[in-house]
């Protein structure tokens, strides 16, 4: 039987933190006799290569972003494995490439297009542990690629389907809850979850999984448990699961803090220049959520959007183009803003779930700044300041 583990960079941050992940491993192989795992940078080692390279300039080049990021990962994945021979048990560390992990699209967001596992598969056969760089990849043109924000998560449930694997996630908390037990400490913890809420929870803002992961591991029936070191038998899984639709209204409560709203107000009405400006967004792997657009005064029209602050600099890169075609225009960007969004299969069958929330605001005195639906949840706009108190409220009527 065959697993792929993967860690996050808090849970490899140092090297003690790393040798409890390497006696976690040396356990797991009393479970599952064959072992592939997928790390991340040791702690905040990508965030300080990024600051780095934009201490030299504003918007520095992407492919040299992706080489030089990868190198976290490619540090985690060597001292593991030197840790882990040195305890008496055979291991490989491979990078991206040498696990065959082949990508496209663009520089830092590339996306796995395929994975030649037969090097994995080798060292597998040859006894070893296979120890694989989350996060990156290799281009037709055979340059270093990366794979964005969970860029592991991919990594991880990718070679899982690929190998025929489970697929387990060492978090920080011991599985995934209805709400971030940080902002509600009073959360439930959900034993499983289907697919599609995952995914959607993991969109709309819930970190514990990336939502390009959720598709992969749905395409491939690959069962994910998610876990921490600490709790390793009280996590979640992930998996194709029905429950009755009549049970809940709501699965669970994502926050997304990291939210910048962009208004951008007296662009000439033409369909032409707002297609344009979503084309270069799209073109930047700038993934919008909410967009509002309401007509203005002599012929123009005000746009509002959602992004990931995160992306702000490839917003403000597009930005700075539209606004030197368009000088009329007016532009502003607000980041102190919260999205809250309500996930659940039930909203497939039961009608009434935003008038009822509505109602909850409006007796609470809570001012939504924007909406957004999809078939299975919605998502409000608000000021930072309310986010602690939306999310109480909501999780307490729908004991989440």
């Known amino acids: 039987m065959r697993a792929v583990l993967k860690f996050g960079g808090s849970s490899v941050q140092n090297l003690d933190l790393m040798k409890e992940v390497a006696q976690t491993i040396i356990e797991k192989k ?61 291991s490989i560390a491979l990078t991206g490439e040498k696990a065959g992990i082949l990508t496209k699209g663009t520089h830092t967001k590339n996306k796995i297009s395929s994975i030649d596992t037969r090097r994995v598969e080798a060292h597998i056969q040859a006894g070893n542990i296979v120890i694989v760089a989350g996060f990156q990849g290799f281009n037709e043109a055979g340059e270093v690629t990366t794979l964005g924000r969970g860029g592991s998560d991919t990594t991880a449930i990718a070679l899982a389907a690929k190998l025929g694997a489970i697929c387990e996630i060492y978090t920080d908390v011991s599985g995934i809850y209805g709400v971030d037990p940080r902002i509600y400490p009073d959360a439930q913890k959900l034993t499983q979850i289907d697919y599609e809420e995952m995914k959607e929870m993991a969109f709309l803002g819930a970190n514990i999984m990336e939502p390009r992961s959720i598709d992969i591991a749905q395409n491939y029936g690959v069962t994910v448990y998610v876990t921490s070191l600490k709790n390793p038998l009280e996590g979640t899984y992930i998996k194709e699961y029905k429950q009755n639709m009549e049970d809940k209204k709501i699965t669970g409560i994502a926050v997304t803090e990291k939210v910048v709203m962009v208004s951008i107000r007296r662009i000439p009405y033409s369909t032409k220049i707002t297609a344009e400006l979503f084309k270069d967004l799209a073109l930047n792997e700038v993934n919008i959520d909410v967009i509002n657009q309401n007509p203005s005064v002599g012929g123009t029209i005000n746009i509002a959007f959602t992004a990931h602050a995160d992306d702000l600099d490839a917003v403000n890169e597009v930005l700075d ?15 102190e803003v919260v999205k809250v969004s309500i996930v659940g299969s039930a909203m497939r069958s039961q009608s009434g779930i935003a008038a009822e929330v509505f109602e909850l605001f409006a007796e609470n005195d809570l001012e939504v700044k924007l909406v957004t639906t999809s078939e299975i949840s919605i998502s409000y706009t608000f000021d930072n300041k309310y986010k602690n108190k939306v999310v109480e409220v909501l999780a307490k009527h729908f004991n989440v």
Do not use: C, H, W
């Open 30 to 90: 009393n479970t599952y006799n064959e072992l592939v795992v997928v790390l991340s940078a040791m702690g905040k080692t990508t965030n300080s290569l990024i600051k780095m390279a934009k201490d030299i300039t504003k918007y520095p080049n992407k492919r040299d972003v992706d080489l030089l990021i990868s190198t976290g990962e490619v540090v985690s994945i060597a001292l593991l494995s030197i840790m882990l021979n040195d305890m008496g048990y055979k």
């Open 321 to 335: 183009k539209f606004e030197a075609k368009n000088p009329t225009i007016q532009v502003l960007k607000v980041n």
